[in-house]
């Protein structure tokens, strides 16, 4: 690497990424320029990389992706070290910044901005449309990061963007100490949201997955559900006297997965989504009418991401148990491969840029 330019995984096109040498982004007045230490990868990424969302994420190649991402400060624009941003502070990052002047912004739910897509008005969504961390140094928007405990490593820290999206997404869901709960799905969202609802004081955790995930469900805490060994909602049924649980957090993402959902859910429930599925999905809305049923859809981590750091240092979450695989920058294709298609019992599939 040259004093100018840096290595990064650049998507030229769908299904078309190389390692290359890149610029090293310059920076405006409130943003940081941050050396990133490891950055993992993200359900969300190989669909972006299989040009999935065509003109949305990204509007336009070349794009570096990647945005679940730790780091150091190596250099702070002017309005930033007013607010008190120092160089060689470690940090991690989250995707979303807001243009901070939008009503939605102004109500703090930044990731629904009403100038989503427009970085001539502030708005920024690293790695999706903006670019990302995929590479040895990002530009960041002092909005979009939080100092991270002298104690917490940068792998654990790069886990805080998805980490603070399942707490936002158990908060949304009502949960309250003694609840039932039913996570829908054994992915790192999933499994997340098992740790999260433990520490918040949830009753009976159950959790609906497969193989190797579902077992590590099991090592958390969760009772385990096969959804490949019988019907999911006559278990949950089974296993709460046939109330069904009291919150359900969707992270299955798939029609049938949504649709046990909306069955397995009390009466006075709520189901709390973070799963995105592929396409609209077709729901029982007599039930949810019928018995007041709370379906909420949630983006993101609005105002979630410190609350997370915390959760984890204080109560002494092993976030690290995750992480099952870990590669420098120019063995990425192998580390793609590996998330992509869960080789080796993988779950969380780290990076380390400068290694």
Same mark, same amino acid.
């Given at each position: ?64 992706? /990647?945005?679940?991402? %730790? ?7 002017? @309005? *930033?070290?007013? #607010? $008190? ?117 949830? /009753?009976?955790?159950? %959790? ?7 077992? @590590? *469900?099991?090592? #958390? $805490? ?134």
């Amino acid at each position: 690497m040259s004093e100018q330019t840096m290595k990064a995984i650049r998507l030229n096109a769908p299904n078309d990424f190389e390692y290359c040498d890149v610029p090293i982004p310059e920076i405006n007045s409130h943003e940081v320029l941050a050396r990133v230490e490891t950055v993992a990868i993200c359900g969300t990424d190989p669909h972006i990389f299989a040009g999935e969302f065509p003109g949305f994420w990204p509007k336009s190649f070349p794009l570096i992706p /990647g945005h679940e991402w %730790a780091g150091t400060i190596v250099k702070v624009g002017d @309005v *930033a070290r007013s #607010l $008190g941003w120092r160089e060689g502070e470690r940090v991690c990052g989250i995707s979303h910044v807001g243009c901070g002047y939008c009503s939605m912004c102004m109500q703090g739910r930044y990731t629904l901005c009403l100038n989503y897509g427009h970085e001539e008005k502030g708005h920024r969504q690293y790695g999706h449309y903006s670019q990302g961390a995929y590479a040895q140094y990002i530009a960041a928007s002092v909005k979009s990061i939080a100092r991270i405990p002298d104690g917490m490593s940068f792998d654990v820290a790069a886990c805080m963007d998805p980490f603070s999206i399942a707490l936002h997404a158990v908060m949304r869901s009502d949960l309250e100490p003694g609840d039932s709960v039913l996570v829908n799905g054994t992915g790192a969202q999933g499994l997340m949201s098992i740790m999260i609802v433990r520490a918040m004081g949830a /009753g009976k955790v159950l %959790a609906s997955g497969s193989g190797f995930r579902l077992q @590590v *469900a099991e090592r #958390l $805490g969760a009772t385990p559900i096969d959804y490949k060994a019988g019907d999911v909602v006559e278990r949950v049924k089974a296993l709460t006297e046939g109330m069904g649980v009291k919150r359900v957090i969707e992270c299955s993402g798939t029609p049938e997965g949504v649709r046990q959902a909306c069955e397995a859910v009390a009466k006075g429930g709520t189901i709390s989504m973070v799963s995105l599925p592929s396409k609209d999905v077709d729901i029982p809305i007599r039930r949810l009418v019928l018995d007041e049923i709370d379906l909420k859809g949630n983006r993101a981590n609005p105002n979630t991401l410190e609350p997370a750091i915390a959760m984890v240092q204080e109560n002494n979450i092993d976030l690290a148990r995750l992480i099952t695989h870990s590669f420098p920058l120019s063995k990425f294709a192998e580390a793609f491969d590996i998330f992509v298609h869960r080789k080796d019992n993988s779950l969380k599939v780290v990076v380390k840029p400068n290694d």
